[in-house]
């Protein structure tokens, strides 16, 4: 039995389509697509009339928490999360207590999302033991367990000869290097943004200088060992300057992703010490969130990910200088980059699907991340006409922890498919 899904308004970026038609998908596979399609006998049929048919979101940069900090979220509810938000596919970050660094922690994860999980769990190696940056961890053998990545997320490899020997080892087993770029000994005790801002509130800043100095560092590393570097959650003006450098150079074996709190906020919208706005890389200047914006909008940056980073309510309370970095954000990715880029006129709907779909599934060497015949039927139904409010208590991640409650957006989720399975249908009213 399949699903018929009649009318909708199809946009996939690989064969830059934009028109009205009917999908058909069967043993999780996109077997048609065409106008009028037959329904066959138990098939499901969902009238897309008025929507955006595109494909599931793939997320590079998640964090399930999942072992050992599964108060903050699981497997389970990171993926019901996920579905909710259209993504059908993500990659988790591997600073868990313990760390995914050997082929039995990736094992774990895979194994436990494959029995709980509706949507693709991916979960990414660290680079080093422990993420303690002295001695590689084992790279080979996790690569041959399925990893999709090497990252150190949640902090870089700072000695630079560990760093190269990663990035050549996940380079010889054909895997991307997810770089989070963060000189700890810049940062010091930062915890936003070092501006007037900061100063204004009376908190420690981050500088840019702390993220750039990493990222030059790991370009020049990158060139070198010939790895697919990936730069995580890009914040600041000098990123995208030397993205459009990478561009110009065609070094087509570095890419970078922004998240969407990065390029709406800047460290303005921070009006008091509230560690909803704890992030790092910390929100930036206007002048940051512009070029990112334009980095998306001439495609020197690639990707758009969230950096999904739950914690319990405890956690962010009280002042930024105490609470852990991050906020939520598989929920809302969709709406807001909609609302706030393409409805704005910053990107167009055909690059959104880009930028969140094809280019990620490019990194990640999947078939998934296009609506062409024989594909993976992950599939997602988006209502962009009717406006709503983001509220976070509706949220299913465990992680209520963002800035953009009460924020009005369009974008909603109808229907979220995964492999040919309803894997989430939203039962709100519009």
Known sequence: MGILIQGGRIVDAATDTDKTGDIYLEDGIITEIGQKLKKKNGDTVINAKGFLVMPGIIDLHVHFRDPGQTHKEDIMSGSAAAARGGVTTVVAMPNTTPTIDNPDRVNYVHNKAAQV?????????????????????????????GIPAVSEDGK????????????????????????????????????????????????PGICNAVEDTITARDIILALETGVHLHLCHCSTYGDAQMMKIVKEKGYDNITAEVCPHHFILSSDDIRTD????????PLRTPKDVEALKQGLKDGTIQVISTDHAPHSAQEKTGSMKNAPFGIVGI???????????????????NQMVEK?????????????????????????????EHEYTI??????????????DGWKVKGKVLYTICDGKIVFKNQEEK
């Not at 509230?274 to 890389?281: A, I, Q, R, T, V």
């Not at 929920?331 to 709907?349: A, D, Q």
């Open 331 to 349: 929920e809302t990715s969709l709406p807001l980059t909609y609302t706030e880029l393409v409805e704005k006129g910053v990107i167009t709907l």
């Open 356 to 384: 969140m779909c094809l280019n990620p599934a490019k990194i990640l060497g999947l078939e998934s991340g296009t609506l062409q015949k024989g594909h993976p039927a992950d599939v997602i139904i988006v209502d962009t």
């Open 391 to 404: 509220d976070k208590n509706k949220f299913v991640s465990k992680g209520h922890n963002t800035p953009f």
């Open 117 to 145: 999980s509706g949507i693709h769990v991916l979960q990414a190696g660290a680079a080093t033991k422990g993420e303690k940056g002295t001695e590689l961890a084992d790279i080979r053998g996790m690569a041959e367990a």
């Open 156 to 203: 870089s490899v700072m000695n630079k000869a560990l760093c190269r020997e990663a990035m050549k080892v996940a380079a010889e087993c054909g895997v991307p290097f997810f770089d989070h770029c963060e000189d700890i000994d810049l940062r010091g005790n930062g915890c936003m943004n070092d501006d007037e801002n900061a100063r204004r509130l009376g908190l």
């Open 274 to 281: 509230d560690p909803n706005y704890k992030m790092n890389p």
